[in-house]
């Protein structure tokens, strides 16, 4: 017979690996993504889709738009999802709401994605998203600012 110290020893070896089991149930290694996410019917922006889940943190979000219509956003979404799922959220759904893609650039486990249409630029930052963290959504818009050549003058 065993001494009880030897039971102890084993049943809480027994519960530590259920534990470590259940835990990478639960997580996974997920990075590939899940899925594909959908648009939510209302937005805070009419031309800038959020996908569903994601809610505006109101305390960290402004907008302005002035008279002659030119607006700046500074939007900050927060939700669910897997931030691969949402870069190809917004790689595919901006341009249906007319959108050219600009630029993509990653770094410190950021996606900033740039966009342009008409007069405006849009940036969509994707952040977060790890094993049981929230995936953050920044889009802000500001007016373009083209420099191009300058315009012909009649002689």
């Given at each position: 017979?065993?001494?009880?110290?030897g039971?102890?020893?084993?049943?809480?070896?027994?519960?530590l690996?259920?534990?470590?089991?259940?835990?990478f149930?639960?997580?996974?290694?997920?990075?590939?993504?899940?899925?594909?996410?959908?648009?939510?019917?209302?937005?805070?922006?009419?031309?800038?889709?959020?996908?569903?889940?994601?809610?505006?943190?109101?305390?960290?979000?402004?907008?302005?738009?002035?008279?002659?219509?030119?607006?700046?956003?500074?939007?900050?979404?927060?939700?669910?999802?897997?931030?691969?799922?949402?870069?190809?959220?917004?790689?595919?759904?901006?341009?249906?709401?007319?959108?050219?893609?600009?630029?993509?650039?990653?770094?410190?486990?950021?996606?900033?994605?740039?966009?342009e249409?008409?007069?405006?630029?849009?940036r969509?930052?994707?952040?977060?998203?790890?094993?049981?963290?929230?995936?953050?959504?920044?889009?802000?818009?500001?007016?373009a600012?083209?420099?191009?050549?300058p315009?012909?003058?009649?002689?």
């Amino acid at each position: 017979m065993q001494p009880r110290n030897g039971k102890n020893r084993q049943w809480i070896g027994l519960c530590l690996t259920g534990l470590l089991f259940c835990l990478f149930a639960l997580v996974g290694c997920n990075t590939g993504g899940s899925g594909e996410l959908q648009t939510q019917a209302r937005t805070h922006v009419s031309d800038v889709p959020v996908p569903t889940g994601f809610d505006l943190v109101e305390k960290r979000s402004r907008s302005y738009q002035n008279q002659t219509g030119l607006r700046w956003v500074d939007y900050l979404y927060k939700g669910p999802g897997d931030k691969f799922d949402v870069i190809r959220f917004y790689e595919k759904q901006m341009t249906t709401y007319h959108w050219n893609p600009q630029t993509q650039q990653t770094a410190q486990g950021q996606t900033s994605l740039d966009f342009e249409k008409e007069h405006e630029r849009c940036r969509i930052t994707v952040s977060g998203g790890g094993a049981l963290a929230s995936t953050y959504i920044h889009v802000s818009i500001t007016p373009a600012t083209h420099v191009g050549p300058p315009a012909e003058t009649k002689k």
